[in-house]
């Protein structure tokens, strides 16, 4: 183009036909606005609703199902994380009662399971703080922390945890390799450390409180995320001076979202009142309404 242009007969050509390009442009538009503007409403209405989650099909983002049938757990999540933000503290300050009543409910509504702040007349220091990962525990007499991975990938996620040189306030989780069942192994792999020596009337009540908090159910969730995890009380701890409330396992800090970076991070600690024992370890699909 740039060869012909310099043609004289062709330079007349190409700037006769781009001016009456440019006045059928303008004629069509001037006679035309108004059909335009109708269709430019329609088509921003429609991409808004082609790229808006939920919207083209009238539903919310959180019914939206993917193409196995199974809702999005990350909505879901967003959900939960939506319907508690309001009632967390802005700093890492503990729970109001009032903020505590209210969370006990959004969480038992929104995870399907009976959470308490207080089970038995008993309660722990706090419900809201810092958690921190820790190592694996020994499980029973022998025990080793590669013993602990059952494939490659839980080798390259966990091991460089470490395990603890010592045992778990409650010692092993079997009293032998062999007498080790799935229910110890769930155990030790979702386990909690909590500050149960910082309970009121804990040293006067020893023995009555190490019973109750042994390897007792709670769900501990991420309120930033919505990422729930169901952990058993493992062990005590950490220290006031360290800054952090409780612990958790490898395991928990991945299901919350707190394993990279510090391995740190606020959540929500509450008992789970499961008599009957029917509520899983492990993390939680939250599902509003029901268990998933």
Known sequence: MKFLAKKPHYEYLRKKWIAKHKASSEKFLTNNSASLRKMAIGGLGGLLLLTTPGMASGVPSSNIQNQSGIE?????????????????????????????????????????????????????NRTYGVIGGEQHLYRYPGDNLYKHADNAADSAMYIPAGIAPGLGAWGYFASSESAFTEKEKQEE??????????????????????????????????????????????DAGPSPWTGKHLGGSPEVMQEVGLAGGPRKGPVLYFFIDDAQNEVPLGPIKVRKGGLN
Do not use: C, W
């Open 72 to 124: 999005s757990t990350e909505d879901k999540n967003a959900i939960l994380a939506a319907a508690l933000k309001a009632d967390i503290p802005k700093d890492n300050s503990n729970l109001t009662p009032e903020e505590e009543v209210k969370i006990q409910s959004i969480l038992s509504e929104h995870l399907g399971i009976n959470v308490k702040a207080e089970l038995e007349g008993i309660r722990l």
């Open 189 to 234: 792999k979702y386990y909690l450390a909590v500050q149960t020596f910082l309970v009121p009337g804990y040293a006067e009540n020893v023995k009555k409180y190490s019973t109750f908090f042994k390897h007792r159910k709670m769900v501990v969730v991420n309120p930033k995320t919505g990422q729930a995890v169901v952990a058993v009380i493992g």
